[in-house]
């Protein structure tokens, strides 16, 4: 796991401002709420007084007030009233972190991370989403009892298709892949994938409803960042599925995951519901699978695999995120879960590189292969 990244935390109607919402990302707590202007605030859940759960607390105004002793912390995470001393200023110390937010697709997102704005990976850019002649099912999201890169690498991997979606209508892309070796494309710096022709044919009736079975059709998937998964299928210039997966890694065997899908075809609002159907079956198969993988972690070494020739989007999105962590953005498990329930830490926030006195220590993190 990353940090400085976006990542979803929870749908925009899960987030109000009558009361805060606990979230666990990235093996961490987090509380989200809206201030009363109804913009979406994220902190670090633990109360740097005595480690209340802020998550647990009560908004006034535009404030967190947190569960045990009623400590009051303000949108940028600074403690704005201490009712022990309430005539007194709180000191520069009492404070939380606070990350910046972004609310787009029905999703809140947050930068987990310290990095100053110009320096930030974006989010993720959905040219089609609200473009004319495109149609966006509701986001929605699910869970999955798996590590997130587990389910960003099945997004990258063509191979499984024939064998997990037997009625999906891609009966033959082993040998489309023997044929037509994957060719992957990269647009650093965050991220790879590709597009390949295959050749639908067999699909189920629901399937046939989506387009497939009916020739010849492009494929593909890439990622943006660790956490992000596009996939594409072009039936023709004017038929095209595009769906978006913005994961959020609770901790390291569960990942919930924001569903994004839309359509330049079947443009009909009736279809949504049909759609979200077949889709979901589609995912069911995907999750079983996943779920069942072991590791539950990617294995560090690619040595601890035999990765092939169609392996190649997976063995690029894990070049990608051993970049990462060269920049010394990757969690450190081992040392996190040897504090658990000794000591607390946070993400830090981009205020730790201009202020100082902090109370709670940044999460560790790897400094780098
Ligand atoms: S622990 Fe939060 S106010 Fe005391
Ligand atoms: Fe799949």
Same mark, same amino acid.
């Given at each position: 796991?990353?940090?400085?990244?976006?990542?979803?935390?929870?749908?925009?109607?899960?987030?109000?401002?009558?009361?805060?919402?606990?979230?666990?990302?990235?093996?961490?707590?987090?509380?989200?709420?809206?201030?009363?202007? #109804? %913009?979406?605030?994220?902190?670090?859940?633990?109360?740097?007084?005595?480690?209340?759960?802020?998550?647990?607390?009560?908004?006034?105004?535009?404030?967190? !007030?947190?569960?045990?002793?009623?400590?009051?912390?303000?949108?940028?995470?600074?403690?704005?009233?201490?009712?022990?001393?309430?005539?007194?200023?709180?000191?520069?110390?009492?404070?939380?972190?606070?990350? &910046?937010?972004?609310?787009?697709?029905?999703?809140?997102?947050?930068?987990?991370?310290?990095?100053?704005?110009?320096?930030?990976?974006?989010?993720?850019?959905?040219?089609?989403?609200?473009?004319?002649?495109?149609?966006?099912?509701?986001?929605?999201?699910?869970?999955?009892?798996?590590?997130?890169?587990? %389910?960003?690498?099945?997004?990258?991997?063509?191979?499984?298709? !024939?064998?997990?979606?037997?009625?999906?209508? +891609?009966?033959?892309?082993?040998?489309?892949?023997?044929?037509?070796?994957?060719?992957?494309?990269?647009?650093?710096?965050?991220? /790879? #994938?590709?597009?390949?022709?295959?050749? +639908?044919?067999?699909?189920?009736?629901?399937?046939?409803?989506? #387009?497939?079975?009916?020739?010849?059709?492009? +494929?593909?998937?890439?990622?943006?960042?660790?956490?992000?998964?596009?996939?594409?299928?072009?039936?023709?210039?004017?038929?095209?599925?595009?769906?978006?997966?913005?994961?959020?890694?609770?901790?390291?065997?569960?990942?919930? @995951?924001?569903?994004?899908?839309?359509?330049?075809?079947?443009?009909?609002?009736?279809?949504?519901?049909?759609?979200?159907?077949?889709?979901?079956? @589609?995912?069911?198969?995907?999750?079983?699978?996943? !779920?069942?993988?072991?590791?539950?972690?990617?294995?560090?070494?690619?040595?601890?695999?035999?990765?092939?020739?169609?392996?190649? &989007?997976?063995? /690029?999105?894990?070049?990608?995120?051993?970049?990462?962590?060269?920049?010394?953005?990757? @969690?450190?498990? !081992?040392?996190?879960?040897?504090?658990? #329930?000794?000591? +607390?830490?946070?993400?830090?926030?981009?205020?730790?590189?201009?202020?100082?006195?902090?109370?709670?220590?940044?999460? &560790?993190?790897?400094?780098?292969?």
């Amino acid at each position: 796991m990353y940090i400085n990244f976006w990542y979803p935390i929870a749908l925009s109607d899960e987030i109000s401002n009558d009361a805060p919402l606990k979230v666990k990302l990235l093996n961490m707590n987090v509380v989200a709420f809206r201030d009363g202007k #109804g %913009s979406p605030i994220v902190l670090s859940d633990t109360c740097i007084h005595r480690g209340g759960s802020l998550g647990l607390g009560k908004i006034k105004d535009d404030c967190i !007030e947190c569960s045990y002793h009623g400590w009051q912390f303000d949108n940028s995470g600074n403690c704005t009233f201490i009712p022990t001393q309430a005539n007194t200023k709180p000191p520069n110390r009492a404070k939380v972190d606070s990350y &910046p937010t972004q609310e787009k697709y029905g999703i809140v997102f947050a930068f987990m991370g310290d990095l100053p704005e110009a320096e930030r990976p974006p989010l993720y850019e959905i040219e089609e989403f609200g473009a004319e002649g495109w149609r966006t099912n509701r986001v929605f999201s699910f869970e999955l009892k798996a590590y997130y890169e587990r %389910s960003v690498e099945n997004g990258m991997d063509m191979a499984h298709n !024939e064998f997990v979606h037997p009625n999906q209508g +891609a009966p033959a892309v082993g040998e489309t892949l023997r044929k037509h070796p994957i060719n992957v494309e990269h647009s650093p710096p965050w991220g /790879c #994938g590709f597009l390949q022709p295959f050749n +639908a044919t067999g699909a189920s009736e629901d399937t046939k409803l989506m #387009g497939a079975g009916e020739g010849s059709t492009v +494929a593909g998937s890439a990622h943006h960042g660790p956490n992000t998964l596009i996939t594409r299928i072009i039936f023709s210039a004017e038929r095209q599925f595009l769906q978006v997966f913005f994961e959020a890694p609770v901790d390291y065997g569960l990942t919930r @995951i924001f569903f994004i899908n839309m359509r330049d075809w079947m443009l009909d609002p009736e279809q949504d519901e049909k759609l979200i159907d077949i889709n979901m079956q @589609i995912a069911g198969e995907d999750v079983s699978i996943v !779920e069942s993988l072991n590791p539950v972690q990617t294995p560090d070494s690619t040595a601890r695999e035999l990765l092939t020739e169609a392996d190649k &989007p997976i063995v /690029c999105y894990r070049e990608y995120l051993d970049g990462w962590e060269s920049n010394g953005w990757k @969690i450190d498990r !081992e040392s996190l879960e040897s504090q658990l #329930g000794k000591a +607390a830490c946070a993400i830090p926030s981009p205020s730790r590189r201009t202020e100082k006195g902090w109370v709670l220590p940044a999460i &560790p993190l790897h400094t780098g292969k």
